[in-house]
Nanobody, 124 residues
Framework: VQLQASGGGSVQAGGSLRLSCAVS????????IAWFRQAPGKAREFVAA????????SYGDSVKGRCTISRDNAKNTVYLQMNSLKPEDTAVYYC??????????????????WGKGTQVTVSS
């Protein structure tokens, strides 16, 4: 499984971005997907996760109410819509995959596949 994150960029506080995670797999919709982020000098932080079907989603406390994760299995792509961005959202954002949602979606060690990140910078 290969993952490619895109859509990062520089925005002002209060702005929005939509990140995309393209999933290369033999069969679409075979993996749960999560987004994590990592700021310089900080641990990797859970942002959001979505089940294979898209029915189940979960969010990290720091983004709850401001982010929406969704997926289009026909396009093998998972999206992260981020609104009301804050400077503290500045980080490299990574997508990760696993065949099933892990029991603890927020634990990065439980995710099997990782893509290269995309930088998000929010200025005040």
């Amino acid at each position: 499984v290969q993952l490619q994150a895109s859509g990062g960029g520089s925005v002002q506080a209060g702005g929005s971005l939509r990140l995309s995670c393209a999933v290369s797999a033999l069969t679409p919709g075979r993996h749960a997907i999560a987004w994590f982020r990592q700021a310089p000098g900080k641990a990797r932080e859970f942002v959001a996760a979505i089940s294979r079907s898209g029915v189940n989603t979960s969010y990290g406390d720091s983004v709850k109410g401001r982010c929406t994760i969704s997926r289009d299995n026909a396009k093998n792509t998972v999206y992260l819509q981020m609104n009301s961005l804050k400077p503290e959202d500045t980080a490299v954002y990574y997508c990760a995959a696993k065949t099933m949602l892990p029991s603890s979606t927020g634990n990065p060690l439980l995710w099997d596949y990782w893509g290269k990140g995309t930088q998000v910078t929010v200025s005040s």
